[in-house]
Nanobody, 122 residues
Framework: QVQLVESGGGLVQAGGSLRLSCAAS????????MGWFRQAPGKEREFVAA????????DYADSVKGRFTISRDNAANAVYLQMNSLKPEDTAVYYC???????????????WGQGTQVTVSS
């Protein structure tokens, strides 16, 4: 089992930046691809970004391409999401998750963190 804890959320003005972190427990961290998802009030959870086990491959939702960067540090059992040029529509609870299969589908992710709130004011 993998336990995930997100941090780094907060309130920021439009155009600002935040860096989210996700700390993972367990010795099997490198066996998993990692993903970030988000859920805004009244909306379904949506894919944001994913990174392969080695970190060599990444994928992004069209809405965040060019603004967000996902990265991981396998030695530290951590994954990060650097968010730049934030927009009010980025406001949501952000979750990190792990999967044994490379996917943008939340249903294929096995373990989830509790989420961290990101609020972008206009």
């Amino acid at each position: 089992q993998v336990q995930l804890v997100e941090s780094g959320g907060g309130l920021v003005q439009a155009g600002g930046s935040l860096r989210l972190s996700c700390a993972a427990s367990g010795r099997t961290f490198m066996r998993y691809a990692m993903g970030w998802f988000r859920q805004a009030p009244g909306k379904e959870r949506e894919f944001v970004a994913a990174i392969s086990r080695s970190g060599d491959s990444t994928d992004y939702a069209d809405s965040v391409k060019g603004r967000f960067t996902i990265s991981r540090d396998n030695a530290a059992n951590a994954v990060y999401l650097q968010m730049n040029s934030l927009k009010p529509e980025d406001t949501a609870v952000y979750y990190c998750a792990v999967t044994r299969r490379w996917s943008v589908d939340a249903r294929l992710y096995d373990y989830w963190g509790q989420g961290t709130q990101v609020t972008v004011s206009s």
